[in-house]
């Protein structure tokens, strides 16, 4: 409840420190009084209490050591007529028979204190003591005769004297308390009424102030002390700031006119740079890509005209192996076997003259001969072009099964051929070389995975493998995979090394597919 003290209003702390004062410390004050005034009475009960019976113990021994009833009950009906004393009791011990219980002798009490029952002396209780109850003070003096413990005497004191005392100061504390409570509530409200009113009107004016932005509402005086003249220039304040304020909003409203006009001309001036930079952006682009393609197209041409010496070199031999496997066919008979193998030499070497010729051809820009093609034969004839079947344990899988392609046959084959020739390499020659080939329609192309069992390709290489005349093998010219990377481009495909580590490589093909490619014009180069 108190945690929040500080978030209260003036009046409630006015208020919480009136109940401080009038009820907390009047009553700390009271019961200090009542609790000093009563212990220090108290103490003189017990002195007197124990003076009277240690005076009472010496009178009464010889009517006690000699069995003088009369006697000792005179003594304590005189002592009994003390309006505080409320029973006397003599007890007796027998001299001769130490072991008997003491007996009682004499006793003397108050109408109220008879109906009430004896206490029982022991052995602990036979002796000088004192013991306060809740309404009364027992004192316990043995009578002595001679230095012979002759008998007791027990006297009770009443402490209705002392409750009564009690009961009178209780009275005046709670007569003080109820006047200083009236006092502070009525200070309260007076202090309230001159003190707190002038306050709540500045609070009241300066929050309708603050929630309404208007500056015309002023403070009403309502007295002539220093709060009336903290009102006045309160007011006089708030005169000032409006005539401030009045002057900021012209100046602020001048400002705002300046801004947008300059924010409009910055804002033509940002338009204008950012349509130039946009231009520099794409011609910067533009630049750069005509670099690139120049020096691709410089290295493709230099690898062109490699390809077409080394074809034309290749044609003269190829020329002379075909004339003599003619001649050697014209010397053999049409059974013997060799005829089949002179055949097949024939047969390949006719294929090599036409994958050389498309090279060439291509090298000189002509035209793609596209037709349509099973994505499965083509990977079969490039095996078998390579005589490869023993070596190459292959298998193919496709989405849906019979996929077509439309490309140039004889070139997409030698593609095939280059990657597998690869894949052969980069194994132990001593072991087989697993090739699968996976494909799938996605979209408007089809995607080609290539994967073999091979050692890998190292990772600082596999981004420069298809960049013309870059090469690792010692034996090696760098065009293998090159020209695969610039057939594909002239199919408008891709290819990429997905994956490859020392268990094996994914080579990544995509290419558009039959569909797509028919709509469109012949592919050129």
Known sequence: MFRNISHWSFRGKLLLAAIVLSLILPTIGGVVL?????????????????????????????????????????IINAIVENPVISSVEVWKFDIFEPHNKPYLFVMSSTEEQKDKPLLKLTESTTQDQEK?????????RIVYSQNQQVGLIRMNRSLFD?????????????TIWVTIVILVIILSFWLEKNLTKPLLELVNVAEKISTKNDLQIRATKLTNDEFGRLTSVFNAMLDSIGDANTKLLK???????????????????????????????KKNKELLSLQNQLGKHERFASVGQVSSNIAHELRNPMAAIRNSVYFLRKSLSSTDKSI????????????????????????????????????????????????LTKEINFSYNSEPENLKLFVDKLLFRQILSNLFINSIQSKDPFSQTDIS????????????SIV????????????????????SKKEGFGLGLSLCADLLERHRGVIEIKETSPKGTIIYIRIPHLEKTKNKKQIHS
């Open 340 to 387: 089949e193998h002179l055949d097949l030499i024939d047969q390949q070497l006719s294929e090599s003259d036409l994958v050389i010729k498309r090279l060439l051809d291509i090298t000189k820009g002509k035209a793609l001969d596209l037709r349509e093609c099973k994505l499965k034969d083509l990977c079969h004839d490039a095996i078998e072009v390579l005589d």
């Open 437 to 448: 080939v996976f494909a799938e329609r996605v979209n408007e192309f089809v995607d080609i």
């Open 452 to 471: 073999d069992n091979g050692s890998g390709i190292p990772t600082e290489l596999a981004k420069r493998v298809f960049e013309p005349l870059y090469t």
């Open 251 to 281: 100046s602020k409203a001048e400002v705002d006119s300046k801004v947008i006009e300059r924010t409009d001309d910055l804002n033509k001036a940002n338009k204008q740079l950012q349509a130039e930079i946009k231009v520099r952006i």
């Open 132 to 140: 306060w109850t809740n309404d009364s003070l027992l004192v316990q």
């Open 162 to 174: 002392l409750q009564s005392m009690q009961n009178d100061y209780k009275n005046l504390t709670l």
């Open 34 to 74: 009542v609790n000093q005034t009563t212990l220090s009475h108290k103490e003189l009960i017990f002195e007197n209490a124990v003076e009277l019976a240690s005076t009472v113990a010496k009178q009464i021994y010889p009517a006690v050591e000699f069995d003088d009833e009369e006697t000792a009950t005179e």
